[in-house]
T-cell receptor, first 111, second 114 residues
Framework: GEDVEQSLFLSVREGDSSVINCTYTDSSSTYLYWYKQEPGAGLQLLTYIFSNMDMKQDQRLTVLLNKKDKHLSLRIADTQTGDSAIYFCAEKGAAGNKLTFGGGTRVLVKP | NAGVTQTPKFQVLKTGQSMTLQCAQDMNHEYMSWYRQDPGMGLRLIHYSVGAGITDQGEVPNGYNVSRSTTEDFPLRLLSAAPSQTSVYFC?????????????FGPGTRLTVT
């Protein structure tokens, strides 16, 4: 089946930029997503990108997609302590309505 | 809108017991899914439904049953609980619009099987 990989952990200082990386194997991905999970809560959609786009900016969030290398990244500018959470990358293939999730990256923001 | 609701929030079972995790959504979404979340493994799809009366297996269906008699409800049944089913369970409902697909997640049920 299709696979989505992320690094497990990222530590960043408050005010710096964070970059979370994700790789995937499905060459027919149509949409790619970033979800945020705060402690004890479910996942919330942060942002998404259509596969024919290279970049999407949404306030402090920038998503970059390299379709050739099947690499997705999420940059959070001016990282705040409230950004401490687990971030999941997910992809939707061309067929069916299912998402494949990565293992999640735990981001810790230090004051 | 309450969104996606799950009950209970926490549950402790003994090996061999059965129980049903409840999930309901009030957004009239066609699609509903059950995932389990284990440390470092992300979310793994257990079962999903593309509409009332239609269900299908996901990646890790063994030991779980589902049914979808209404659009709103999608209960997950554990027939004979095992310690390997200790996990956090998330229900999600989804819609699809011209190829775009968005999932809304419930708050989760933390299950411990002893």
């Amino acid at each position: 089946g299709e696979d989505v990989e992320q690094s497990l952990f990222l530590s960043v200082r408050e005010g710096d930029s964070s970059v979370i990386n994700c790789t995937y194997t499905d060459s027919s991905s149509t949409y790619l997503y970033w979800y945020k999970q705060e402690p004890g809560a479910g996942l919330q959609l942060l942002t998404y990108i259509f596969s024919n786009m290279d970049m999407k900016q949404d306030q402090r969030l920038t998503v970059l997609l390299n379709k050739k290398d099947k690499h997705l990244s999420l940059r959070i500018a001016d990282t705040q302590t409230g950004d401490s959470a687990i971030y999941f990358c997910a992809e939707k293939g061309a067929a069916g309505n299912k998402l494949t999730f990565g293992g999640g990256t735990r981001v810790l923001v230090k004051p | 809108n309450a969104g996606v609701t799950q009950t209970p929030k926490f549950q402790v079972l003994k090996t061999g017991q059965s129980m049903t995790l409840q999930c309901a959504q009030d957004m009239n979404h066609e699609y509903m899914s059950w995932y389990r979340q284990d440390p470092g493994m992300g979310l793994r799809l257990i079962h999903y439904s593309v509409g009332a009366g239609i269900t299908d297996q996901g990646e890790v269906p063994n030991g779980y049953n589902v049914s979808r008699s209404t659009t709103e409800d999608f209960p997950l049944r554990l027939l004979s609980a095992a310690p390997s089913q200790t996990s956090v369970y998330f229900c999600a409902s989804s819609y699809s619009d011209r190829g775009f697909y968005e999932q809304y997640f419930g708050p989760g049920t933390r299950l411990t099987v002893t």
